[in-house]
């Protein structure tokens, strides 16, 4: 039965870390469009990201 | 003087140069339009962001500050198809948010917890038959309790702080059950364990909890889903006003831009956008949302004027004295202030039997102990007992029986328009017996409509309707509307008061009153048949034609009405327009009750004399005259093109241009109440299994477990059946 010494932790650990998991989510706005997720998963391509961004911050530091 | 739009007031600077706007779209529905939207957005130049949000029906924006204009991307998106505008989040529907994400949070500690303590219990369930040392079992006892205290202690939060609020206030409600429950099942089963004792019922409690916050946050995520649907109808109504910024320089802006000792111009054809008081120009304006009197009334300096009057003939310069929902006519607000006081305090069906079932559950644990006592068990064995009775009556079942409901019907009524204002609207509206309509907007359709189009050739009616897109007049474009025209046509002279002429193939074409056209032998013929109709004539060359323009009737009003008497539900027409309207209205309807001119007083005395013969009356009103009925009434519904107030006042709001969304309410709630009812039976009819086996001292943390979600599912199956209404209001 020594087995559960380190058994136990690491059931709790994982059970923390979906735990952890599920908060971050929540907090990150994943829930925030439940209905739209489902149709991205299956959208052809996502929308083209605009370079803008990126080639701006190279104009700022030149 | 040219007009712009200065949306500034919706966006949202975030530092670094980047702005942010929401803007409500309408008629996004599937993945195409997504992709489309996004598309087309992020193609335009600037824009760091455009992400659309396929449940609210909105688009987040963010793009660098500088040359792009907010209205661009309106402009963008009515190329691609969908009508925007852009929206700022009321804190109602702020606070429903705030409420949704806390009680997933809850949630998501609770059923994490709950999975982890059924981890641990069944080793020990299964080892307490088979060869578990008590040490191994008392190990993870601890490890139960270590998870289960601190989940409990924050994802009860909702449970304890709703108990106590009822509590103070000396009242009981269904958290108070159940946060007594949850916290004596803890207690005892630390207790048990310092012990080493064979039961503890962490994962009862815990599990009980997770299905509670279950059951409370899809009724917390449809109620935000009405929220940010009444939002965007509200943000798409577009309310724009005009306003002087400076002297003869105008800007339209968003209503929520405009603030109190503003001056706002109200053009002929426009509906004033906020409450204010002439202070130049002369015209005649219809105040027909307001006090539901269709006839015209004259306007000069020193006329109030309030939000949703229409202005006829010329332009008023208007100060305002308040935006948007400030104040109204006092009268009106002094009648709503003793309404709302006097609305009977309706006691929910789930307070009902929670009135009822605490004491009972209570005493019988009570009983229990006593009992045990008497027949010489030991106190530490009575009181265990007694509480295995508390944790196993612990009202899952009963507490997710009525949520369940109202979330499955909340939802159905989404679907079919109606949205809820009010949580407990549904069960009022189950057990209204009488339904009382306004007229003018309600039972009528808010815009005008031409009448004899059949007697009218195709031909003449679309170059009338052409010729009408020059004129701001209501009856004129009520014309435009009817004939479908979209070119104006050109080199069309407005003549003050009388109407609008111009030449087409070198013949001179008119629209407007009967004498301006020569037409008045026709028009006179046409009024004799329909007093009430407004005429407009229209003459091209030597032909004349005269359009009947009215007010109509919802397209399906003479059917919801004949299902609603069928269905044995009594009807009747309170309004303030004049008589021969309302009588021809009723009449048409088959309606046999019905009062005309009345008062905003009126109504009021009028529902509450059918309220002292007992009837539960259901008043449906979109005037602001209205309002003060509205809120009287036991349960009061308004058509979504309804003024601010009558909105805000009634319990809910239907979309859309036909009755029958007022009828099939009526039975999804009639329905809805039925099933609750059903739930509390079953979840009674589980307690009354299982408490005896509990008072017996059977109720071992197996049982409970297995009692408790068996009861859950049930009720939970069967408030599924929800989603369709009584069969006879269909």
């Known amino acids: ?62 | 003087m040219q007009a712009t739009r200065d949306f500034s007031h919706y966006v949202r600077h975030l530092g670094s140069g980047v702005a942010h706007i929401d803007l409500a779209v309408e008629g996004v529905n599937c993945a195409g339009c997504m992709s489309k939207i996004e598309r087309g957005l992020s193609a335009l130049p600037d824009v760091t962001l455009a992400r659309v949000n396929l449940t609210d029906r909105r688009v987040a924006l963010e793009w660098k500050e500088g040359a792009l204009d907010p209205g661009s991307f309106i402009d963008r998106l009515a190329e691609l198809g969908y009508k925007a505008y852009p929206f700022e989040p009321v804190r109602a529907e702020a606070v429903e948010t705030a409420r949704a994400s806390f009680l997933l949070r809850c949630l998501g500690v609770a059923a994490f917890a709950a999975m982890n303590i059924m981890m641990l219990s069944i080793p020990v369930w299964s080892g307490n038959v088979t060869d578990m040392i008590p040490e191994q079992r008392d190990f993870f006892h601890w490890l139960s309790a270590l998870i289960a205290l601190p989940a409990a202690a924050y994802s009860g939060q909702p449970f304890f702080r709703s108990a106590w609020a009822a509590l103070r206030a000396r009242r009981t409600n269904m958290d108070v059950p159940i946060s007594i429950g949850i916290v004596l099942a803890l207690a005892m089963s630390v207790m048990e364990t310092i012990h080493h004792a064979e039961h503890a019922y962490f994962d009862a409690a815990l599990m009980l909890l997770a299905f509670l916050l279950a059951g409370r946050y899809l009724d917390q995520s449809m109620r935000r889903k009405t929220r940010a649907v009444a939002g965007n109808l509200a943000a798409l109504k577009g309310e724009t006003a005009t306003k002087f910024v400076g002297d003869d320089e105008i800007s339209v802006v968003p209503i929520a831009a405009v603030h109190v000792g503003d001056i706002v111009l109200v053009r002929p054809g426009e509906r004033a956008s906020v409450d204010g008081v002439v202070i130049e120009g002369q015209s005649k304006i219809d105040q027909s949302l307001i006090t539901g009197e269709t006839m015209p009334a004259k306007a000069g300096p020193g006329t109030a004027v309030y939000a949703g009057t229409l202005n006829l003939s010329g332009a008023l310069r208007v100060r305002v004295s308040a935006a948007s929902e400030g104040t109204l006519l006092a009268e009106i607000s002094r009648l709503l202030d003793n309404a709302v006081q006097a609305r009977s305090r309706y006691v929910q069906l789930a307070d009902r039997a929670s009135r009822l079932y605490a004491p009972v559950v209570h005493a019988a644990a009570l009983l229990t102990m006593l009992g045990w006592v008497a027949f010489g068990a030991t106190w530490h064995d009575a009181i265990v007992t007694a509480i295995s009775v508390l944790i196993i009556t612990c009202p899952c079942a009963l507490g997710l029986a009525i949520p369940a409901v109202q979330t499955v019907v909340s939802g159905a009524l989404f679907r079919t328009g109606v949205l809820l204002n009010s949580g407990d609207a549904i069960e009022r509206l189950a057990d209204v017996d009488r339904v009382v309509f306004d007229k003018t907007g309600t039972l009528t359709l808010p815009e005008l409509d031409v009448t004899n189009a059949v007697d009218v050739p195709q031909d003449v009616f679309e170059l009338a309707g052409r010729l009408a897109l020059a004129s701001h007049h209501p009856v004129a474009a009520a014309v435009a509307r009817a004939s479908g025209a979209k070119t104006p046509l050109g080199g069309i002279e407005e003549v003050a008061g009388q109407g609008v002429r111009g030449t087409i193939d070198g013949r001179e074409v008119r629209l407007g009153r009967p004498s301006f056209c020569g037409a008045d032998q026709i028009a006179n013929e046409i009024l004799c048949r329909d007093p009430e109709a407004s005429v407009v004539a229209f003459r091209h060359g030597e032909t004349c034609h005269v359009f009947a323009v009215r007010q109509r009737l919802r397209p399906d009003a003479a059917g919801a009405i004949a299902t609603l008497l069928k269905a044995g539900i009594e009807v009747e027409i309170l309004s303030g327009d004049r008589e021969p309207a309302v009588r021809h209205a009723a009449g048409q309807l088959g309606i046999h009750e019905w009062r005309a001119g009345v008062t905003p007083a009126d109504k009021i005395a009028r529902i509450e004399e059918l309220k002292r013969q007992g009837a539960r009356v259901l008043m449906v009103g979109d005037g602001m005259n209205d309002a003060p009925a509205l809120a009287a009434a036991h349960v009061s519904m308004s058509p979504v093109s309804a003024t601010h107030l009558s909105q805000a006042t009634a319990d809910l709001v239907f979309l859309g241009d036909r009755l029958a969304p007022v009828v099939g309410a009526i039975g999804f709630a009639r329905k809805a109440l039925l099933l609750m009812r059903q739930n509390l039976w079953l979840a009674a009819g589980y307690n009354a299994l299982a408490v005896p086996l509990a008072i017996a001292g059977l109720a071992t943390p197996l049982v409970a477990a297995a009692a408790m979600s068996g009861s859950s599912l049930l009720v939970i199956l069967n408030a599924l059946r929800a989603h369709r209404g009584a069969r006879e209001f269909c």
């Open chain 1, 1 to 62: 039965m020594e087995v559960l010494v380190f058994l136990v932790p690491l059931a709790l650990t994982l059970g923390a870390l979906g735990l952890a998991g599920f908060l971050w989510s929540l907090k990150n706005g994943q829930y925030d469009d439940l209905e739209g997720a489902g149709w991205r998963a299956i959208a052809d391509d996502e929308p083209p990201v605009t370079e803008e961004a990126v080639s701006s911050g190279v104009a700022e530091r030149r």
